[in-house]
Every structure is written in structure tokens, then in C-alpha cells.
């Protein structure tokens, strides 16, 4: 695990006389975070709807622009943010909040609003449309400042508002609880306290001068993200509640990837939900994760992105060998997600196709036509993508098993075929969800190592760690990432997926038999591949990409807003599914909750309490689930505990891209149907689960849907 006792760049800190810093990083956006296609209002159809006459509610509502991604995202669109807290400085009657922005384009006056407008009848936008009492736009407009250094504060003289940078002063004043407040009542004002809840919502409005100055022909007026700052403590992932959707922080029980977990979406958004950066991502980090997020959606043949209004990256053309799987990590991984379903007669090329040769001693060897992944299209010298070698789902092997209650329960195996030679070793594999990837990272060695059990539990339930090596440097480490935990570090894992299944060469893995003759890879000659400044910056995006925060809470949607279908809760039924898990012994293997260490590159990810729902170890889950392709201590039964995180989302991530499958191959089309392919160590809790009473199996699903 990369790890060192100074963080790329701080995120936090206390002066001497308690003043409490806090940094962070924006991106531009293209609407408010609380717009579903349209303005919002009371009753919630906006001027372009129509109601549908069966139910009475609108139609025809489009998706809103706040989790997307404008074009040129990654060039002159991020900026830091700073915000200077003095509620903790002894014998200070006045406390103050001043906002600071580092930025890289002249800025125009307005940048940042502070707002809890809900005490204004007319005001129909929650909160945003009309900033309320906590804006100050007075502000002195002060050239260009670049991003701090850490642990440094830049304008010492902030209280007579010296222009060495933009500031915006909050004078003391909050607004009381918004809870139960009814419309048309007047807030008063009084002064900070810590543990008040603050909006922050900065934005960047700049001219077509400055901007064209950089060669940038973009646009010029953004929005940004809605930050919830709790006055003494700093950035907290933030819910809606009444009367119209103001913030509130989240309860640390639903904070799935700590502090930096994403908030409740309220913008229609669904499909970009693992897409987003942690809550606290800093100021230069959040540069790199554009830059990370930009390679991520680039072709490697023609270096076009895969979204419109993109500049090309020329780093990236024609890296591609002649045979591979796809040209575009987000081909496989749709949104950041799984990788669609297979289905009958459909090309597996969006998922990856593991295979061997069985030696006469049993070991497993690349495969003489294949190597160990089937690349299954290929380009001509002229660069038009040809068929190569084919794999498709011929049919599926059903069986029907029963639960206790009499419901019937289809469990499919798909039966592959090949266009080319059939090997002996075979492994179907979907794309895992990126999420969360670098809090995985960051769980130290050790306390995953003391999950290990060498003698079973009373369901019979061990967990044994794979260990491997490091491709560049041959030293052992614990595997955390694959399906079978065969890969230590993002590095790896992204320089293994390259290789793989894109044929894309690197540092790590420098030439394409590397694939093909992993003995031979060392000694064979570099091929030109990614450089090592793009492969980090895949790795860094990666790394600070955030999961979602659990939905257990019921949102304070106005009266006539229809809940978004994600945040439609029954807070009663997750609670009493969370309780069945937990019953059930489900987290014997699908751990609910670990920390972090305080040593990774990325001070985001050190130091948090995570529910990722995984242990990071391999089980036995017997013969129907097996694959018979070895990978390190992993047999051909043995899988790495996959991280629940996210599941809810699953359907809206993956869009219209197709259908979802859930286990290592797709092939359960439900929960239901993954939870009874369960066999081996997890037979007793799966055995279980099919007693319960419908009731019961939907308390269990809506807590599964809730993470």
C-alpha cells in the first residue's frame, strides 16, 4: 500500500490559537444541486411538463446537470476553497467564517453564496434560487491567487481585508435550526456557535477574455457543488430535510466512505452517483481527479473522449496493440459500475474472458492462443476495428430451487462458446464497481491479516488472504483488488486492466507478453505504452473516487414533490434488514464496518471508519460458483468477499447500458438469485435467508438497496 507520513497536500488543520483551516477543492457544474431537469417548485412540474392523467404526477422529466461532467471539465474548471473558523478561539466573542478562493481564472464578484432561505414563502427554489441573510457580496476583486502551500495561511491580515486574495467574510450571524419552522417566519440572527450547520455554494463566473488567454474556448459561468460545513468541525456529507430539503449533516452511521462520502442526490442524477469525487477532496487533488477521470473516458486508439465538447488527448493515440477487448476503461466499467449482464448470442467483450492450459502436473499455464485473456477485437493497419476471436454465451444451465415459503428461484450458469480454439480453464468476468477503490487501499495490512481464521466458525466460515507479487519490484503483498484479491495496489490493478484487457503497455507491465509470457516479461524489450504520469493519474482517480452514503433516512421533500426514486425510504423496514444481516451472520465474510490507516498518500482516505460490507479475503464458495482458474492461494472455488457499497445504485449506474448481473459472471439477474448461489462457507447464512418470510426478505432487500 503506497504510504508516507505526508499526505500529498493537507486537507485540515489548527493554528496555534485554535483557528480551525479547512480546504477543499471544486469543480465546475452545470445546474444547482437540487434541480430535476427544471426548476423545482412547490407543487413540482416545471413550465415544460405535462401531468399524467392516471396518476396526477409529472412526466416527462428529464434528468438534472449537477453530478455531470461540463466539457473541458478537466482544463481552468477546478479551484480550491478555504474556509477560516475562530468559533474555537478562547475569550472570542465574535466568531468568524471567512471563505478564501484559490483560483486559476479571473473570478467576477459573487462567487460564493451562503444560504438557508427556507423562512421565505415566495421562495420556491430550496435555498438556492435566492441566497438568504448569510450572503456578502461587497467583496474586493483581487488578482488571480495560486493554490496554498500546505500548513501555510496565505493573507495574514484577513480582518482589514487585505487583497492578497478574494475573500468572503460571514460576520457571526447563523441562522437558528430550520426544523418545524413554518413558511413566512422570520429567522433571527445570533452569534456562531460551533456545531452550527452552514451551506457553502461556490460558483466561478469568469470572461471569455481570461479565459481565451489560456487557449481555453469554453464556457465561462458555472455552478458548483453544495457543501454542508458544521461550524467548528468542517465538511460533512449532507441529507435534505424539512421544510424544503436544507441541509443537515449525516449521521456518522450512514457515512459509507467516511467523511468524503457522497450526499444524498437530489438533481435526478442517479447514473453519475460513482462518479463523483470524496466530499472533501482537496484542492489540488481534485485537479488530479479530473485528469485521472479524463484518461479513464479516453479511447486508447483514436484518443477521443467518450463524452461530447472534449478536447482529444494526444498522449494516448494508437497505444493500443492489435488485439484487444475494449478501448476504453468505461466501456467495461459502465459509469464507474458493473459491467452489463450476459446474454444469449452477445459478444462478451465488455467483460473479461480468464483462461489457462492445464499442464499434466495441474498447473495453470498461459493458454497457446489466448495467453491468459481472450482479447476478442483487433484493428488493421489502417486502424478499422475487425472481429478477432469471439466468446459468447451459447446457453444458460438452469436449475429452480425453492424457499421455505414455496417461492420458486431460477439460478442460471451461462455456457460459453468460442469463436476460436475452446480452452480447458475458463473464467467468466465482470467489471467491479470502481468505488471506494482507495479507502480499500488504505486499510492497513494488518488488521485484514487478523480477520484470517485457520480453524472455521461454527457455520463453517475461515477466510484465507492471497498474497502476490509485485510485479515490479517481485516483492510480496497482500492481495486486496480482482476478484479473487490477485492484485495489491491500484497501480497494479490498473496496469493488470491495461495490459489485459485494452493491451495497453505501461511501466509495470512494459510489453504485451507480459499477457501472454508472464515468466518472459521482465527480459522481453519495451514496447510504447502509457507514460508513468498518466498511469498515476489513473491511480489517483481511482483512489478518490467516492461511495455513496447509505440511504436509511427519509428526505424532507416539499409537500407535492414526488421523491426521487432512490431516496424514497422506509427508514423502519432498512433498520430492521440491517438487524436480519447482521442475524443471519451475513458478516462473517461481508465485514460491515473497518478503519483506514493514517499513512497513504491521500490524507482523504487516512483515518476513516468505512462500511464497505467486505473482509478482502477469499471463501470457499463451493462447486457451483466455482471456475477452476487458480490465482495465487486462490483455488477455483475461492473468491475475494466483493464490497456491498453502492448496491442500491446498481440499476442507475448502469443506465440503459443493458441489464444488471450480479456475481463474478452476471449471471444472477436479482439479490435474491445472488444470495442463493451461495454454497460452501456461506451455505448456513444462505440456508437461512431462504427461511425468512417475505416480510422479512424485504426488509433484508431494502437494506441491501439502501447501501
Not at 480452452?423 to 491479516?449: C, F, K, N, Y
Not at 477466510?463 to 515490479?472: R, T
Request: glycine share 10%.
Amino acid at each position: 500500500m503506497p504510504g508516507s507520513n505526508d499526505a500529498i497536500e493537507s486537507l485540515q488543520f489548527t493554528l496555534p490559537d485554535g483557528t480551525l483551516v479547512t480546504r477543499f477543492g471544486a469543480r465546475v457544474q452545470d445546474r444547482h444541486g437540487r434541480e430535476r431537469g427544471e426548476e423545482w417548485n412547490e407543487i413540482g412540474y416545471g413550465p415544460n411538463e405535462t401531468v399524467d392523467p392516471a396518476t396526477g404526477l409529472p412526466r416527462n422529466k428529464a434528468p438534472g446537470r449537477h453530478l455531470t461532467f461540463v466539457p473541458q471539465y478537466h482544463q481552468n474548471r477546478t479551484w480550491g476553497v478555504e474556509v477560516i473558523d475562530r468559533s474555537r478561539v478562547p475569550n472570542n466573542t465574535r466568531p468568524v467564517l471567512i471563505v478564501n478562493q484559490y483560483t486559476l481564472v479571473d473570478f467576477l464578484p459573487g462567487g460564493v453564496a451562503f444560504f438557508r432561505a427556507f423562512d421565505r414563502p415566495g421562495d420556491t427554489g430550496f435555498g438556492w434560487m435566492n441566497p438568504g441573510q448569510l450572503v456578502n457580496d461587497k467583496v474586493a476583486i483581487c488578482p488571480p491567487t495560486p493554490y496554498p502551500r500546505n500548513n501555510t495561511l496565505y493573507n495574514a491580515n484577513l480582518a482589514n481585508g487585505d487583497c492578497a486574495l478574494q475573500h468572503w467574510t460571514y460576520p457571526g450571524h447563523a441562522e437558528l435550526n430550520s426544523d418545524g419552522f413554518p413558511n413566512g417566519r422570520t429567522v433571527q440572527a445570533r452569534p456562531l456557535v460551533a456545531g452550527d450547520v452552514v451551506e457553502i455554494s461556490p460558483s466561478m463566473f469568469s470572461t471569455n477574455a481570461a479565459m481565451q488567454a489560456k487557449g481555453d474556448f469554453g464556457g465561462i459561468r458555472y455552478y458548483s457543488n453544495e457543501w454542508t460545513y458544521v461550524v467548528g468541525q468542517g465538511l460533512r456529507p449532507w441529507y435534505g430535510v424539512q421544510p424544503r430539503l436544507m441541509n443537515a449533516p449525516l449521521p456518522l452511521d450512514t457515512l459509507s466512505g467516511g467523511i468524503g462520502s457522497v450526499s444524498y442526490n437530489y438533481s435526478d442524477n442517479g447514473s453519475f452517483m460513482f462518479q463523483q469525487p470524496h466530499n472533501h477532496t482537496g484542492m489540488q487533488n481534485m485537479q488530479r481527479f479530473v485528469e485521472g477521470r479524463r484518461l479513464v473516458h479516453t479511447n486508447f486508439t483514436t484518443g477521443k473522449h467518450n463524452e461530447p465538447g472534449n478536447d482529444p488527448h494526444p498522449n494516448v493515440v494508437g497505444l493500443q496493440g492489435q488485439r484487444f477487448s475494449q478501448s476504453a476503461c468505461i466501456a467495461c466499467h459502465t459509469n464507474n459500475g458493473r459491467s452489463a449482464a450476459p446474454e444469449i448470442g452477445r459478444r462478451l467483450d465488455t467483460m473479461a474472458v480468464r483462461v489457462a492450459r492445464t499442464a499434466a502436473d495441474g498447473a495453470q499455464l498461459p493458454h497457446p492462443t489466448y495467453g491468459t485473456t481472450v482479447q476478442m477485437n483487433a484493428s488493421t493497419a489502417a486502424g478499422t476495428p475487425q472481429n478477432w476471436g469471439g466468446v459468447r454465451v451459447k446457453e444458460f444451465e438452469t436449475r429452480t430451487v425453492k424457499l421455505a415459503d414455496g417461492t420458486d428461484v431460477q439460478l442460471r450458469k451461462p455456457v460459453l462458446v468460442f469463436d476460436g480454439p475452446t480452452p480447458d480453464t475458463v473464467s467468466l468476468r465482470a467489471a467491479q464497481p470502481m468505488i471506494g477503490t482507495g479507502l480499500l487501499e488504505a486499510v492497513p495490512e494488518a488488521d485484514i491479516l487478523a480477520r484470517v481464521r485457520t480453524t472455521a466458525d461454527q457455520d463453517g466460515v475461515k477466510g484465507v488472504a492471497n498474497f502476490v507479487f509485485d510485479p515490479e519490484t517481485g516483492a510480496v503483498h497482500l492481495g486486496r483488488f480482482g476478484w479473487k484479491a490477485s492484485k495489491a495496489t491500484l497501480r497494479h490493478q490498473t496496469a493488470s486492466a491495461l495490459l489485459q484487457d485494452m493491451s495497453v503497455t505501461s511501466p509495470v507491465y512494459p510489453n504485451r507478453s507480459c499477457d501472454s509470457n508472464p515468466a518472459g516479461c521482465a527480459s522481453a524489450p519495451k514496447q510504447r505504452g502509457i507514460s508513468e504520469a498518466d498511469l498515476q493519474q489513473i491511480s489517483n482517480y481511482l483512489a478518490l473516487l467516492a461511495v455513496p452514503a447509505q440511504r436509511s433516512l427519509p428526505s424532507g421533500f416539499p409537500k407535492g414533490v414526488s421523491a426521487i426514486e432512490e431516496l424514497d425510504v422506509d427508514s423502519r423496514q432498512v433498520a430492521a434488514g440491517a438487524k436480519l444481516f447482521e442475524a443471519m451472520r451475513c458478516v462473517a465474510c461481508h465485514t460491515a464496518s473497518m478503519k483506514t490507516g493514517s499513512n497513504h498518500l491521500f490524507a482523504e482516505l487516512r483515518d476513516q471508519t468505512i462500511r464497505p460490507y467486505t473482509d478482502l479475503l477469499l471463501h470457499d464458495m463451493g462447486p457451483g460458483l466455482a471456475d477452476d482458474y487458480k490465482e495465487g492461494q486462490a483455488s477455483g472455488s475461492m473468491w475475494r468477499t466483493p464490497a456491498l457499497w453502492g448496491l442500491g445504485y446498481t440499476d442507475k449506474v448502469l443506465d440503459r447500458e443493458g441489464t444488471v448481473g450480479y456475481l463474478h459472471d452476471g449471471r444472477a439477474r436479482n439479490l435474491t438469485e445472488a444470495i442463493m448461489w451461495h454454497d460452501g462457507e456461506a451455505a448456513a447464512a444462505r440456508n437461512r435467508f431462504a427461511k425468512l418470510a417475505k416480510a422479512q426478505r424485504d426488509e433484508l432487500m431494502a437494506f441491501l438497496r439502501s447501501l
